[in-house]
């Protein structure tokens, strides 16, 4: 009989892995021929077998919009090759180069092995200890903190998406089962466009990527996806097959916009005057979709008034550097067709005008009729799928817990009476400001911290802020897989299992497949999931204090997965348990592949608003106007968007992600260079008020003059850290519906020089 995963032996390093590697991405298609079978070995427990191979479901949790089904063959214990899964149409059996490098990641020899204590942080003088000496240290620090404030608002936990596995929220829950703490809220990543889209069209919500073969006419706006998204290009080129047009517009030549009909390089920041005068001149020419208007919105007369004061196509050329004729060829091509689909990507709203400028261009998708048309639509995120229970998020602080009780507290999710307590609550603040809290906020300051899913030493701004910052707190926990810049500066780190060592459940913010995670392989050396982890926390906790801690002291991973999943969920996906998703990944039964398809938008009117009274209450404009960008700090503006060979931080330091990638450059117009005297490969200085980075030059008219592009990526051997140039400025919108304003990561400037 079969053994639980559990109790399967210990696996040894793989020895095959980076034939593994290769193996995995030759197998698409090789391994469909193997016959299959299924053995029932137990009563709740079915194995899959495959070509000898022990097979598993698995999807990636990384922060990414491809949110892969991965079908993980193992033999022995050892997980030796992945591949896409073929029943997904999304994932349609390929991964991307960085998921075929899984196995290497699972036994990369740098990964964290066990937990280890750094005798002064930042020596680098790392000793390992056992579970119970590190649960016993950080248990008496969070002892000491309450007994000292009074309250546990001093200790704070950072995380954002290491890992966007639903139990994974269970951190979160760890830390409400200790009391009430500070948390960090917010995203980094698309909050601006989030607020822009519910005030217009009250939630955030897109077509079904794979709808895209059907739109005659593609604005590819501020996003990158044949990196970013890369199982989604194949649905845009259907649509070119089928005649559709692709226009990209992005102030890079990037390697989507390689594949465009038509490459527009707008003026960074810029894109809402693009966007106004591109609905200027379809009023001009009358070719606006009454109907929608009519029917479906609220203010249009007052938005084509606010065009006709303010907003000339001229102006919009000068604005954004894109000629007139073509404006007025883009504006007459996308008004025309049906259905025109606009994707906005997130590189375009890291702005200090981002939300501003994703509202122009949701307009222009609704003034033509696009919004609620399959094939149509403004193409952003949804979260339509993620109706899970969040049973591990949802844990009930301890009897007696003392909390913050500010102006701006939290709601609980529980009742007053429920909690037995005045109304306390977490104390929230911006994700963004990491650096500029630790150093400031007081009453009680954060002493102590705790780092999971998140590497703020690379993904966060102002980094030379973070290292002081990070100097003054008392401790520093993290949970992590690999030695990075932010497990250097923390006292105590815990190793976190890989996704193949624990069960959760994904889903995706952009596409609408649902696919369960197996726990495939054992823990590896004395790695623990975060859940696991905050178990054997409230175990360590109540030995030390009774009753300090709620969380369960026990954990099964399979179990708390199972948890997540409700009626809604099994109707949506329809299944009728969680393990029918064991034969592969399902998809939301749709009505319909568009958005807003009965056009009833969840806008306080019920219509699209053009003028939105909810915006003017967040402080913006009621319609959505032009914003200026940010005055230039110093000479090129910095864009350091993501990596083809890493996902944020991740990835790249993997030794066989190197082949590829091996150092890290800064890439400059050849015109500027010769300005600066610099010529391609020479080591550069590249500066400004925040910090330096020195870097090798690379010498591409794919950007432009005014512009220096780096690459955000944490590599193992360089010294290399974009951070140290991007400042922690907010953006527009955010706080209506993440809680804190998003971070103008693209609107950075710098001066360059030979090193
Ligand atoms: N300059 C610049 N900065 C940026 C951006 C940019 O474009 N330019 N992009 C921003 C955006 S869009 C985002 S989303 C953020 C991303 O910021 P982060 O969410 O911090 O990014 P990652 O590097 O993906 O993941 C963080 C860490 O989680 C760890 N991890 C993985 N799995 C697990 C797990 O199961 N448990 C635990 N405890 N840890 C795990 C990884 O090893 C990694 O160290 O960065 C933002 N920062
Ligand atoms: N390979 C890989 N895939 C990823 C990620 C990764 O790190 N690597 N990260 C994942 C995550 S968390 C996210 S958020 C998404 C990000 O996916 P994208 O939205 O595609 O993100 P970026 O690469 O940051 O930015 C995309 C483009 O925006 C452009 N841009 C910057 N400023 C402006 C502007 O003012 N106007 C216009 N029009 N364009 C502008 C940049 O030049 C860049 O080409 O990708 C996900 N997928
Ligand atoms: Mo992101």
């Given at each position: 009989m079969k053994k639980k995963p559990d109790e399967t032996k210990k696996s040894a390093i793989c020895p095959f892995s980076r034939r593994g590697f290769l193996k995995g991405m030759l197998a698409t298609g090789v391994l469909a021929s193997v016959p299959a079978g299924i053995l029932r070995a137990h009563a709740w427990e079915r194995i899959h077998y495959e070509g000898g191979y022990e097979t598993f479901r698995n999807a990636c949790p990384r922060n990414c919009y491809d949110t892969c089904s991965i079908k993980s063959y193992v033999r022995n214990g050892v997980l030796e090759f992945i591949e896409g899964a073929q029943e997904s149409t999304f994932t349609d059996g390929a991964l991307c180069v960085k998921g075929y490098a899984y196995p290497r990641r699972v036994y990369s020899p740098d990964r964290i092995k066990y937990p280890m204590k750094q005798i002064g942080r930042g020596t680098g003088n790392w000793k390992r200890i056992s579970w119970d000496e590190a649960l016993t240290e950080i248990g008496k620090k969070i002892l000491e903190i309450k007994k000292k404030d009074g309250s546990l608002l001093g200790m704070a936990l950072d995380k954002y998406s290491g890992n966007f596995g639903i139990t994974h929220y269970g951190v979160e829950g760890m830390m409400s089962s200790l009391g009430y703490t500070s948390r960090f809220v917010g995203t980094p990543c698309w909050p601006a466009g989030i607020d822009a889209q519910n005030f217009d069209m009250g939630n955030m919500w897109c077509n079904d990527p794979e709808d895209f073969v059907k739109a005659k006419y593609i604005i590819l706006w501020g996003g990158n996806p044949a990196w970013n998204s890369m199982h989604t290009m194949k649905f845009i080129y259907e649509a070119q097959e089928r005649g559709a047009k692709l226009v990209v517009i992005d102030p890079l030549l990037t390697q989507t916009a390689a594949k465009a009909d038509?490459?527009?390089?707008?003026?960074?920041?810029?894109?809402?005057?693009?966007?106004?005068?591109?609905?200027?001149?379809?009023?001009?020419?009358?070719?606006?979709?009454?109907?929608?208007?009519?029917?479906?919105?609220?203010?249009?007369?007052?938005?084509?008034?606010?065009?006709?004061?303010?907003?000339?196509?001229?102006?919009?050329?000068?604005?954004?550097?894109?000629?007139?004729?073509?404006?007025?060829?883009?504006?007459?091509?996308?008004?025309?067709?049906?259905?025109?689909?606009?994707?906005?990507?997130?590189?375009?709203?890291?702005?200090?005008?981002?939300?501003?400028?994703?509202?122009?261009?949701?307009?222009?998708?609704?003034?033509?009729?696009?919004?609620?048309?399959?094939?149509?639509?403004?193409?952003?995120?949804?979260?339509?799928?993620?109706?899970?229970?969040?049973?591990?998020?949802?844990q009930k602080q301890p009897e007696g817990s003392v909390g913050y009780t500010g102006k701006d507290k939290i709601k609980s999710e529980f009742t007053a009476e429920q909690e037995g307590a005045a109304n306390y609550s977490d104390r929230t603040i911006n994700i963004n400001k990491l650096a500029e809290s630790i150093l400031t906020v007081d009453e009680p300051p954060i002493r102590l911290l705790w780092v999971a899913c998140k590497n703020p030493f690379a993904q966060d701004f102002d980094r030379p802020k973070l290292q002081k910052a990070f100097d003054k707190l008392e401790m520093v926990v993290v949970v992590d897989q690999f030695f990075n810049e932010t497990v250097q500066n923390a006292d105590i780190v815990l190793p976190s299992t890989t996704l193949f060592e624990e069960y959760t459940v994904n889903v995706s913010y952009w596409h609408y497949w649902l696919s369960i995670n197996e726990k495939a392989i054992p823990e590896?050396?004395?790695?623990?999931?975060?859940?696991?982890?905050?178990?054997?926390?409230?175990?360590?906790?109540?030995?030390?204090?009774?009753?300090?801690?709620?969380?369960?002291?026990?954990?099964?991973?399979?179990?708390?997965?199972?948890?997540?999943?409700?009626?809604?969920?099994?109707?949506?996906?329809?299944?009728?348990?969680?393990?029918?998703?064991?034969?592969?990944?399902?998809?939301?039964?749709?009505?319909?592949?568009?958005?807003?398809?009965?056009?009833?938008?969840?806008?306080?009117?019920?219509?699209?608003?053009?003028?939105?009274?909810?915006?003017?209450?967040?402080?913006?404009?009621?319609?959505?106007?032009?914003?200026?960008?940010?005055?230039?700090?110093?000479?090129?503006?910095?864009?350091?968007?993501?990596?083809?060979?890493?996902?944020?931080?991740?990835?790249?330091?993997?030794?066989?992600?190197?082949?590829?990638?091996?150092?890290?450059?800064?890439?400059?117009?050849?015109?500027?260079?010769?300005?600066?005297?610099?010529?391609?490969?020479?080591?550069?200085?590249?500066?400004?008020?925040?910090?330096?980075?020195?870097?090798?030059?690379?010498?591409?008219?794919?950007?432009?003059?005014?512009?220096?592009?780096?690459?955000?990526?944490?590599?193992?051997?360089?010294?290399?850290?974009?951070?140290?140039?991007?400042?922690?400025?907010?953006?527009?919108?955010?706080?209506?519906?993440?809680?804190?304003?998003?971070?103008?990561?693209?609107?950075?400037?710098?001066?360059?020089?030979?090193?």
């Open positions: 038509l490459y527009v390089r707008v003026k960074t920041s810029q894109d809402g005057a693009l966007a106004l005068g591109l609905a200027r001149h379809i009023v001009d020419k009358d070719l606006y979709n009454r109907e929608f208007v009519e029917k479906y919105s609220k203010g249009f007369d007052d938005f084509v008034s606010y065009l006709k004061t303010n907003v000339t196509v001229e102006w919009a050329a000068e604005q954004s550097g894109v000629p007139v004729e073509v404006i007025k060829q883009i504006a007459e091509e996308y008004a025309k067709a049906e259905p025109g689909t606009i994707w906005a990507g997130y590189g375009l709203q890291r702005h200090i005008n981002g939300g501003a400028n994703v509202r122009a261009i949701d307009a222009l998708a609704a003034m033509t009729g696009n919004i609620g048309r399959e094939g149509g639509g403004v193409r952003y995120g949804h979260l339509q799928t993620w109706g899970f229970n969040y049973n591990a998020m949802v590896q050396y004395e790695a623990r999931s975060d859940l696991q982890i905050g178990a054997m926390l409230s175990k360590k906790m109540n030995e030390l204090d009774a009753g300090s801690c709620t969380f369960p002291e026990i954990m099964d991973t399979r179990e708390w997965m199972e948890k997540e999943f409700n009626d809604g969920i099994h109707k949506l996906f329809g299944i009728k348990s969680w393990e029918d998703l064991r034969s592969g990944p399902r998809k939301a039964k749709l009505p319909s592949s568009a958005s807003w398809h009965d056009r009833k938008f969840a806008t306080p009117s019920g219509m699209y608003e053009f003028s939105s009274d909810l915006a003017a209450e967040y402080g913006h404009t009621k319609l959505p106007e032009y914003r200026v960008r940010r005055k230039a700090y110093d000479k090129f503006r910095v864009l350091t968007p993501h990596t083809q060979f890493g996902l944020h931080s991740q990835f790249v330091n993997i030794d066989y992600m190197e082949d590829f990638n091996r150092e890290p450059f800064v890439y400059i117009n050849p015109n500027a260079a010769k300005a600066k005297n610099i010529t391609d490969g020479d080591m550069v200085k590249v500066f400004n008020k925040v910090g330096t980075v020195t870097v090798k030059a690379k010498l591409t008219d794919n950007v432009a003059e005014d512009v220096i592009l780096m690459y955000e990526a944490w590599f193992r051997k360089a010294n290399y850290n974009v951070q140290n140039l991007v400042d922690d400025e907010s953006s527009d919108m955010g706080s209506f519906k993440t809680g804190a304003p998003g971070v103008a990561i693209h609107d950075q400037f710098a001066d360059i020089a030979k090193a």
